[in-house]
């Protein structure tokens, strides 16, 4: 069973960044697509970027100019570069790794606030 574990989370201020990082546990065969999602509370979870094995990423229009996704695919891992936060960024933020099937990090907290 794969697992992906997130880490980098936390409290910052407006205008601050975070890295968020993931990695899974062991090499997932037929990869396609590595991403970041976020839930923020009564809101759906909706997908923040992506980027596919041979590197070609996708932004949602809110964090673009903001955001880097990067991975690193000796090590399994995709990471997420957070610089000018706002509070709107504040949520739940999940990585998650599509190949056959997809896979869940357990999600990691992110808090924009003075």
């Known amino acids: 069973q794969v697992q992906l574990v997130e880490s980098g989370g936390g409290l910052v201020q407006p205008g601050g960044s975070l890295r968020l990082s993931c990695a899974a546990s062991r090499i997932i065969f037929g990869l396609n697509v590595m991403g970041w999602y976020r839930q923020a509370p009564g809101k759906e979870r909706e997908l923040v970027a992506e980027?596919?094995?041979?590197?070609?990423?996708r932004y949602i229009d809110s964090v673009k100019g903001r955001f880097t996704i990067s991975k690193d695919s000796a090590k399994n891992s995709v990471y997420l570069q957070m610089n000018s936060l706002k509070p709107g960024d504040t949520a739940v933020y999940f990585c998650?790794?599509?190949?056959?099937?997809?896979?869940w990090g357990q999600g990691t907290q992110v808090t924009v606030s003075a």
């Open positions: 998650s790794f599509l190949a056959a099937a997809r896979y």
């Open positions: 980027i596919t094995t041979s590197g070609i990423t």
